[in-house]
Every structure is written in C-alpha cells, then in structure tokens.
C-alpha cells in the first residue's frame, strides 16, 4: 500500500518568508498527486494536483510544487507567505491501478506570523 | 453544481451511545464516496469508501460502520461509541481524481 510522508509537523515563518513543506510518498507506479489546504475553521480545500506533464505545477494563492519522479518527491513552495496562509497543509497521493484512494499525509500545521 | 452535505456540524455523545453520521451528494450521480477522520497530528485517515449502492468497503476494523442506502448517501454508524472515536469526521466524493469534502463533523464521545 501507498503512503504519504510529510517532513514537518509544525512550521514557523514570518510574513515574506519564503515556504517549502516537503512531502515524499511510496509507491513505484504512476500516480496523482495533491496539495490540500485547511484553513482555520474551515474544510478542506483543493490547493493544487498533478497529473501529468509539466513537474512544476502551479495553484491557487500563490502556491506550487515540484514533482520530482526520481525522489518521489511533491515539495509545496511559496516565494513569500502571508499571515492568510496560517492553515494545515496536506500532502496526498493517489496511485493510478485500478481502484485506488486517497492517500494523505499527517499534514503540516503552518503558522505565519505578521 | 455539485456540492456535498453533512450532518450535524458538531456531536457530543455519551459513552456507549449510537452513532448516525449523514452525507449526501448534490449534482452528481453514481459518485465514488468517502469517509475519512481526521486526528490532530495524524492527518486524514481512510475509513470507508463506497463505489454504488450497497457497496461498502473497510479500510480500517474498528467500531464504525457504515451504509449507503441511496446512490447520493452514505451514512457512518456505530452501536455503541467509544472514547477512541472522537475526532473529526469527513465525507469526500472524488471528481476527477480529486476529492471534494464536506464541512466535516466535530464528534466528542463523553
């Protein structure tokens, strides 16, 4: 079975700091790939996927990632953070055979401070 | 559109107690749908997912169950509840690959 692994569990960064929350999974065919943001008091939110093409994804506020095939690695970066972007950050995969789920990450909680 | 519906918001329950969790799907039919939990530092936990009517699928034996009466609901049981089952209860139905989840349900056993 897949699974997903998050570097951090807790981030700390001042506003214009710049982000990179690692995420690394498990499984050695093709897959899709997914951030997920939750912000305080509110439910999950699509933040950006990959399924194939380009590796440099781009999504919403800002936010893209890497998909580095070799690492098996989707790392989520931001040139420079906002105090909106105080939120729990999820990684997650979802292998391409037959049916498969979602698999997520423990999250990262990020927290800017302004 | 589609959009998805759960229900209640926020649960406290006794010990021992049922549990009934409701989730229903607008604006799609036959969907693939989900039940996660998600614990503080523990991230999102598959439960159980269901591809049609009456098809149900465990991830995880625990003390939950879970149905789906009618094509667009899918509901999570349990006879009688215990501590370890608090937490935060999604339901997900996926969309091209990817999940769209509800509002959740915050249950605290008592």
């Known amino acids: 079975a897949q699974s997903v692994s998050q570097h951090n569990h807790h981030v700390i960064l001042s506003e214009a700091a710049s982000l990179e929350l690692g995420c690394n999974y498990s499984?050695?065919?093709?897959?899709?790939l997914f951030w997920y943001v939750q912000y305080p008091g509110q439910h999950l939110q699509l933040l950006l996927k990959y399924f194939s093409g380009d590796p440099l994804v781009k999504g919403i506020k800002g936010f893209e990632a890497e998909f580095i095939k070799s690492k098996f690695s989707f790392n989520l970066r931001k040139p420079s953070v906002q105090w909106s972007d105080t939120a729990e950050y999820f990684c997650a995969v979802n292998p391409l055979s037959g049916y498969s789920t979602l698999t997520f990450g423990k999250g990262t909680m990020l927290l800017v401070s302004p | 559109s589609q959009t998805i519906h759960q229900w209640p918001a926020t649960l406290v329950q006794p010990v021992g107690s049922p549990l009934s969790l409701e989730c229903t799907v607008e604006g799609t039919s036959n969907p693939n749908l989900y039940w996660y939990r998600q614990a503080a530092g523990r991230g999102l936990q598959l439960l159980f997912y269901?591809?049609?009517?009456?098809?149900i699928s465990s991830e995880v034996p625990q003390n939950l169950s879970a149905s789906r009466p009618q094509d667009r609901q899918f509901i999570l049981s349990s006879k009688k509840l215990l501590l370890s089952d608090s937490g935060f209860y999604l339901c997900?139905?996926?969309?091209?690959?990817?999940?769209?989840f509800g509002s959740g349900t915050r249950l605290t056993v008592v």
């Open positions: 269901s591809v049609g009517i009456g098809q």
């Open positions: 499984y050695g065919g093709t897959v899709n």
């Open positions: 997900a139905w996926d969309e091209n690959y990817g999940y769209t």
